[in-house]
């Protein structure tokens, strides 16, 4: 069994800042492609940042320059840096993997997302 556990989600006013983290655990023998997403009320999900094995970053063009994705691979662990937040960046946020587990299988894992609320 795999689980992505996310945290660091709350309220902020507008231009503060949040971290959030999401780890992965289980049989896990390889992460791949990670990524953050998230949904506002009312609205489809939508892919915030991605980030692949060896480091390469995407970024929505809503979030560029003010978000930051970055992993640690030794612990298995996904961040996501937010800067200037605006009222629209309110959302659940998930964070989304690719993983092979100890049984060789390659699957898409999701965490169980985390409220961001940004007042104005």
């Known amino acids: 069994q795999v689980q992505l556990v996310e945290a660091g989600g709350g309220l902020v006013q507008a231009g503060g800042s949040l971290r959030l983290s999401c780890a992965a655990s289980?049989?896990?023998?390889?992460?791949?492609?990670m990524g953050w997403y998230r949904q506002a009320p009312g609205k489809q999900r939508e892919v915030v940042a991605t980030?692949?094995?060896?480091?390469?970053?995407g970024y929505a063009d809503s979030v560029k320059g003010r978000f930051a994705i970055s992993r640690d691979n030794a612990k298995n662990t996904l961040y996501l840096q937010m800067n200037s937040l605006k009222p629209e960046d309110t959302a659940v946020y998930y964070c989304?993997?690719?993983?092979?587990?100890?049984?060789?299988?390659?699957?898409?894992?999701w965490g169980q997302g985390t409220q961001v609320t940004v007042s104005s």
């Open positions: 989304a993997a690719h993983i092979t587990t100890s049984n060789y299988v390659m699957d898409d894992y």
């Open positions: 980030i692949a094995s060896g480091g390469g970053t």
């Open positions: 289980g049989s896990i023998i390889e992460i791949g492609a």
